[in-house]
């Protein structure tokens, strides 16, 4: 069984309520459960929440709600892996025989359900315990510096003060929309981003991470532009 596991809690703070905030007339949260049953990929889609209006908004638009997750896995220091290894033991303790199991965060309005597929084949073919997408970085990360409270800077590479542009290494960044694994990484809490997993890359039009409202009005206005062409 391949399942999709969208982790969506009740507490967020810097966007309150973000994950079924409206994000272009539909709860944000819409997105990626749309682009889950469209990639036509899982037998089941679930949502991992501590908050029954999510719950109840994630059941309008299809997923699953077959548990609720505990006060413990819901705090602002919980990170992702031990959230998806609580559901898939969830899941298991009743009897479901999981293959792959999908995180796909409640807020990324951009995914795509072909992105989803292709990091899918990667995880296969490529026999790796995790698959997830990178973008590049728009400038090129050697030639970054560092500033302190007065406005001075420093280069965090020095070194590469005088090297072109072109003849730096490109370097890339998680996108943030969704990760494939199989159970025992998720379960054993194996490193995402290590040699255990293989990446797909998206363009950067389609990446927009969001965590401050700056991010938000960011991301709708990138939407809008996505729809108008």
């Not at 309150?16 to 539909?26: Q, T």
């Not at 899941?91 to 807020?107: E, K, P, S």
Request: contains cysteine.
């Amino acid at each position: 069984m391949r399942v999709a596991i969208i982790p969506a809690r009740g507490g967020s703070k810097r966007i309150p309520r973000k994950n079924i905030k409206l994000f272009a007339g539909l709860p944000i949260i819409a997105y990626s459960i749309k682009a889950a049953q469209e990639s036509n990929l899982f037998d089941r889609i679930i949502v991992t929440t501590d908050d029954e209006e999510i719950a109840n908004i994630a059941r309008e638009f299809g997923a699953q709600i077959p548990f609720m997750r505990p006060k413990e896995l819901s705090d602002d220091h919980t990170a992702t892996i031990p959230v998806i290894a609580h559901a898939i033991q969830t899941l298991q303790t009743n009897a479901d025989v999981i293959d792959a199991a999908c995180c796909i965060y409640a807020t990324a309005p951009f995914i795509r359900p072909q992105d989803i597929v292709n990091a899918y084949h990667s995880l296969i073919t490529k026999r790796k315990y995790y698959a997830f997408p990178v973008t590049t970085f728009p400038f090129p990360i050697q030639r970054a510096v560092m500033r302190d409270e007065e406005g001075n800077i420093k280069m965090f590479y020095p070194e590469h003060f005088s090297t072109r542009s072109q003849d730096l290494q490109e370097a890339y960044h998680d996108v943030g929309q969704f990760y494939w694994g199989t159970p025992d990484a998720w379960l054993s809490g194996k490193p995402i981003f290590s040699d255990a997993a293989t990446t797909i890359v998206l363009p950067r039009h389609l990446v927009q991470d969001i965590d401050t409202m700056e991010d938000w009005m960011r991301a709708e206005l990138m939407h809008k532009a996505l729809i108008s062409t």
